[in-house]
Nanobody, 119 residues
Framework: QVQLVESGGGLVQAGGSLRLSCAAS????????MGWYRQAPGKQRELVAI???????NTADSVKGRFTISKDNAKTTLYLLMNNLKPEDTAVYYC?????????????WGQGTQVTVSS
């Protein structure tokens, strides 16, 4: 069983920065892709950024140049550095571990952390 625990959310003024963390339990962390998603009130959950098991990243256009996804395999932790935050970045941010290894599929989500950006 895999558990994902996000932290680092909070209230910040526009233009500020936050770093989210997602601590993962369970084995084979480095063998699965990881991602950050967000869901604003009244909106569907959307992809923010993903990082493959090999470290290749992909970031949504809406946050490109401002957000950076990274991971530390030794610490089994995923990060999202968010700079120049905007009010429209306000949402609950979720981390996800997904993929398949030796026939075993995973698709786990964390409980989310709230990010609120004031104007």
């Amino acid at each position: 069983q895999v558990q994902l625990v996000e932290s680092g959310g909070g209230l910040v003024q526009a233009g500020g920065s936050l770093r989210l963390s997602c601590a993962a339990s369970g084995s084979f962390f480095s063998f699965y892709a990881m991602g950050w998603y967000r869901q604003a009130p009244g909106k569907q959950r959307e992809l923010v950024a993903i990082i493959t098991e090999g470290g290749i990243t992909n970031t949504a256009d809406s946050v490109k140049g401002r957000f950076t996804i990274s991971k530390d395999n030794a610490k089994t932790t995923l990060y999202l550095l968010m700079n120049n935050l905007k009010p429209e970045d306000t949402a609950v941010y979720y981390c996800r571990q997904f993929g398949e290894l030796a026939g075993q599929r995973r698709d786990y989500w964390g409980q989310g952390t709230q990010v609120t950006v004031s104007s």
